[in-house]
């Protein structure tokens, strides 16, 4: 039930009873299959708590987290630690916080006080499969079928289903769109193909739906580097969802994401996927390419982007399979630069020319195809 504050909006509202007085609690959802990360949140809430503490002195937050495993919430709880000038709590949805739950004390009413008005949103009357692919073009701004598909976790088949009729609803538009260009003074250029493109109303459905309130910022979950859509180097990345569920059949892939910057990491995978295999919750790192560099730079980088793979995984106990797609010579490469390898990683390398294939994963090892 979404309620509204000011100008703000919310998951839902509770008053939670403790020691005899009650709180005054706005909840924030978040949903790990929603087409972000974990790590982008604190900004906005940031935002929209500021307006809680303006019109409602005594409020507290809960940020409810649904996710298939522990590695989201464990991010986004990690993410949160900078605080708010509220008392906030993180729990998984099904889970009700206790008083010393909370960063600091909430403080208790009596009687409560009353519910926040409540209002329609934006974003229930469309289907599961509708939201994603909204979701998924507003982060990535356009996008072939392929790609939406793939990062949506959908077949191509309902995909395209899907995209013709959120066209009919004039929420996206299939059309030939201009190159986003780092530097604005050169001539405009079109896009090499037609691509899937977010209108107005399908970008405002996408970030209800995340919860950012009408006029309050929320660009900072954009794909990153975006001249390089239409490129084959960002085709490829947007497939990788699609490319380890062709692979590893039997493996869960959750979700994942393309140009994400991670937290206090320098380097940026191409692409991160989060699922579990062989029993084992895993985050899969992709690098493509790599063959414009020298052999030596092509190690130098590998061991840097290792090593920040692996503390990144360390931070929450995932398991990582480090993936480099490449022709033949710059997989030799990278792999003199892997190895030896912790126990707890997998090393896989493939070829671009076979989508869809990789080898098997053997923990502490390096496998090529």
């Not at 709590?89 to 009413?109: A, E, M, Q």
């Not at 937290?263 to 919750?281: H, K, T, Y």
């Amino acid at each position: 039930m979404t309620v509204r504050l000011g100008d703000v909006t919310f998951s839902d509202w509770i008053s939670l009873e403790f020691e005899g007085g009650y709180t005054d609690t706005f909840i924030f959802d978040i949903d790990a299959l929603n087409g972000l990360p974990p790590f982008v949140y604190h900004p906005l809430l940031q935002r929209l708590v500021a307006e809680v503490d303006r019109k409602r002195p005594g409020a507290s937050l809960w940020i409810r987290v649904t996710s298939p495993a522990e590695w989201y919430l464990m991010e986004v709880k990690r993410s949160m630690t900078d605080g708010f000038s509220i008392p906030y709590v993180v729990t998984s949805k099904d889970k009700i916080p206790d008083y010393h739950s909370f960063s600091f004390g909430p403080r208790l009413f009596s009687p409560a006080l009353p519910r926040p008005l409540k209002v329609d949103d934006e974003f229930s009357s469309f289907s599961c499969e509708e939201l994603k692919c909204l979701q998924v073009l507003t982060r990535n701004r356009k996008g072939s079928l392929e790609e939406i598909a793939s990062l949506a976790g959908l077949p191509e088949t309902t995909t395209h289903d899907v995209l013709r009729g959120l066209q009919k609803k004039k929420k996206v538009k299939f059309k030939l769109g201009e190159v986003f260009q780092k530097d604005k003074s050169k001539p405009k250029k079109m896009d090499p193909y037609w691509m899937w493109h977010p209108t107005r109303k399908g970008v405002s459905a996408a970030l209800r739906s995340w919860g950012a309130s009408k006029g309050v910022d929320f660009s900072g979950v954009k794909e990153l580097n975006q001249h390089l859509i239409g490129t084959p180097h960002r085709a490829n990345s947007r497939r990788w969802l699609a490319w380890l569920r062709s692979a590893y059949p039997l493996t869960e892939i959750w979700t994942g994401w393309t140009e994400v910057q991670l937290p206090e990491i320098s380097v940026r995978p191409d692409a991160l996927a989060w699922g579990r295999i062989q029993g084992f919750e895993t985050m899969f790192w992709l690098e493509l390419g790599d063959e414009h560099k020298k052999r030596m730079e092509i190690q130098r980088i590998t061991r840097i982007r290792l090593a920040s793979a692996l503390e990144f995984c360390q931070q929450t106990g995932v398991r990582l399979v480090y993936a480099q797609i490449s022709p033949k010579w710059v997989q030799k490469a990278v792999g003199m630069a892997l190895s030896p390898l912790p126990p707890d990683m997998a090393a896989v390398t493939a070829s671009t020319r076979r989508f869809g294939k990789l080898p098997t994963v053997e923990w502490g090892a390096i496998t090529t195809l």
